[in-house]
Structures are given as C-alpha cells and as structure tokens.
C-alpha cells in the first residue's frame, strides 16, 4: 500500500478556509485570541460571550474580517440562548463545522471547606454543562456530514491540584473525561474531539492570582522552562493546529500546553 500525502504544502496544516467556527468564551482572553488567529487562517467565526461590551470592541477591532465575523451575546447556562446563538449562526453562515468551548470560570482556588455549593454549581454549570450544552446543539449537524471538530479547554488542573481550587479542579477533570467519551463515541461518524490543557496563561481571568510580580507563586511561574508565563496566543496556536487539516490523526487526546510546568 502506497501512502498518499493529502496536504500539498506545510501552509494547509492550517488553513481554515471555507470553515465556519464557533468559539464561547470570545470576548477575552484565550478565546479572542482564537478569534483573531482563525480569522486570519481563513475561516468565519460565530463569536459568543456574555460580555456584550467586549464583543463590540472585538468586533470594532476586526474591521477587515467583519464579513466573516457574528458577535453574539449569549449566557451559556440558558438553554434557548445557546439554541438561539446556534441558530443566528447558522443563518449567517450556512453551517457550522468546527466549535471551541473555550468559555471558563475560576473559582479563586477554594477549598472544599471554603467552597459554598453555589459556587461549585456556578464552576460546573459554565466549565462543563455549557461545553455539554453547546456541543449537543452542534453535534446532529456534524454527524449528518460526517464532518466536524470540537476543542474543548481543559487545564492542567484535569491532571493534577494546584491549578484551581475544589471546583475548578474537579470540572477540568471532567472536561477531559468528556473530551474522551466524545472522541469513543463519535470518532467513526467523523467527528474528531481533543482537548488544550493550559497551564497559567495571563488573562483577566488569572489578573488577581498574577497581581504580585514577587509573590511566590509568580516567581515560580516564571522558573518553567519556557521562561515565562503563557499568553493567550500561546493557546490559540494550538487550537488553529487541531482545527487543521494537519491534526486529522489526533483524536481524543489532552494537550498539555504550559510552558514545561509538569516537567517539574
């Protein structure tokens, strides 16, 4: 048997041309990193956040990409909201055939004891029943095509403590374990699933943790063999990699992305 190569140029591995994409979580940070990079990779994106003022200024910032960019503001714990967002997105662009559940929620590394069940609830409904929620509404069309790619952001916090509190931990734990199950069950139908598992990346969401430079914590940040902490963009390169064409035989895996913290 002769193998056959299926992309003519290192610039395929990530060409997005012709791909409509959903990203949550748009508005900052990470996901409006990846916004701006698969852009720029080609592809149209469906941009949903409940921060409605930093969808304006990301939309305001891509003028050159405003044909292939729908901001829509959607709370992702609304069931009808995130059918309604699905919908506008579809509308606008025909179809969507990639997702990225990128959207988060911290907990400010409580331990159980300090943990009111209201947050737990809060970390679990945004972490994971979101990322359940949006990719049900998305998955009946991929799987009609045969044809689709989710990411879903998970953390080192899914591999070991430290990385979040009792919560947040637990959720990126599942966040994972749905990752796989997505990947077992719906990998044939063409379906391909991977997570991103970043370490500590500098966005508003981190801002309070990294406020001290000379706290403990940020130096030994900084003592990763990467040398520095991560940057949105540090993530959004990975997720425009398993988007790709060139990531076709990656399935079901959770990609360490943390500048060589878990060496350690």
């Known amino acids: 048997m002769t193998w056959e190569p299926t992309l003519k140029s290192p610039a395929d591995l990530v060409d997005l041309r012709g791909r409509v994409v959903c990203i949550s979580g748009a508005a900052s940070g990470i996901g409006k990193a990846q916004v701006e990079l698969f852009l720029d990779a080609g592809a149209s994106v469906v941009a949903l956040d409940i921060d409605d003022t930093g969808l304006q200024r990301l939309y305001a910032s891509?003028?050159?990409?405003?044909?292939?960019?729908?901001?829509?503001?959607?709370d992702l714990t609304v069931p009808e909201q995130v059918d309604q967002a699905v919908a506008a997105g579809k509308q606008a662009f025909g179809v969507i055939d990639t997702l990225c559940n990128t959207a988060g929620y911290l907990d400010g590394y409580a331990r159980s004891l300090d943990t009111a069940e209201s947050l737990w609830d809060r970390v679990f409904?945004?972490?994971?029943?979101?990322?359940?929620?949006?990719?049900?509404a998305l998955l009946p069309d991929m799987l009609e095509r045969r044809s689709g790619v989710i990411v879903n952001m998970a953390s080192?916090?899914?591999?070991?403590?430290?990385?979040?509190?009792?919560?947040?931990?637990?959720?990126?734990?599942?966040?994972?374990?749905?990752?796989?199950?997505?990947s077992f069950d719906y990998g044939r139908s063409g379906i391909r699933v991977n997570a991103?598992?970043?370490?500590?990346?500098?966005?508003?969401?981190?801002e309070d943790v990294l406020a001290d430079p000379d706290s403990k914590l940020v130096k030994t940040l900084k003592r990763v063999p990467a040398g520095r902490l991560g940057r949105p963009e540090d993530i959004a390169c990975v997720a425009l990699f398993l988007c790709g064409p060139g990531a076709d035989f990656i399935h079901g895996a959770a990609m360490v992305v943390d500048g060589g913290l878990m060496v350690k």
């Not at 891509?62 to 959607?74: G, S």
């Not at 916090?157 to 734990?173: L, R």
Request: hydrophobic share 40%; glycine share 12%.
């Open 125 to 136: 409904e945004i972490n994971v029943k979101a990322m359940y929620r949006l990719t049900n």
């Open 196 to 206: 991103i598992c970043p370490g500590m990346i500098e966005t508003a969401m981190t």
């Open 62 to 74: 891509l003028p050159d990409h405003a044909e292939r960019l729908m901001c829509k503001t959607v």
């Open 156 to 182: 080192i916090a899914g591999f070991q403590a430290g990385g979040g509190g009792a919560a947040y931990t637990s959720s990126k734990h599942a966040v994972i374990g749905f990752t796989r199950q997505l």
